[in-house]
């Protein structure tokens, strides 16, 4: 994802956004009842979907929704840090084929004795 830019500005961030209105559930009283008060705001290159219905007022959750879409574009430009190999250790490997050989025997026991008639 690296050629997502963040806008600076909240207009040209919203281009890019599909901004969806709908009733909020939670405190608020009749205010978040009957309006569309909460804000869910899909980011459509990436397809980030973030939502907010903290306040009672579709404007502040907006503005709450933006602040949490720049920072998860943001996160999403990061780089992953890089991988530190390691090895396993010495004690580790040790129970592994123990555990291989007791689950080779169990298996072997399983299986139909051999007869030879001679």
């Known amino acids: 994802m690296a050629d997502v830019r963040i806008p600076s500005a909240d207009e040209e961030l919203l281009a890019d956004c599909v901004v969806q209105t709908f009733r909020s559930h939670g405190p608020g ?16 290159p990436t397809g980030i979907v973030v ?12 503005r709450i929704a933006l602040e949490r879409l720049r920072r998860k574009l943001e996160a999403l430009l990061q780089p992953d840090p890089p ?4 090895t396993v250790p010495r004690g580790v490997r040790k129970r592994l084929l123990a555990d291989k050989k007791r689950r080779g025997a169990q298996k072997r026991l399983r299986k139909k ?6």
């Open 51 to 62: 939502t907010c219905q903290r306040e009672r007022s579709q404007l502040q959750n907006k």
């Open 113 to 118: 004795p051999d007869i030879d008639e001679e």
């Open 29 to 44: 009283g009749q205010n978040v009842d009957k309006r569309e008060t909460a804000v869910r705001i899909r980011h459509c």
């Open 83 to 86: 991988r530190i190999p390691t």
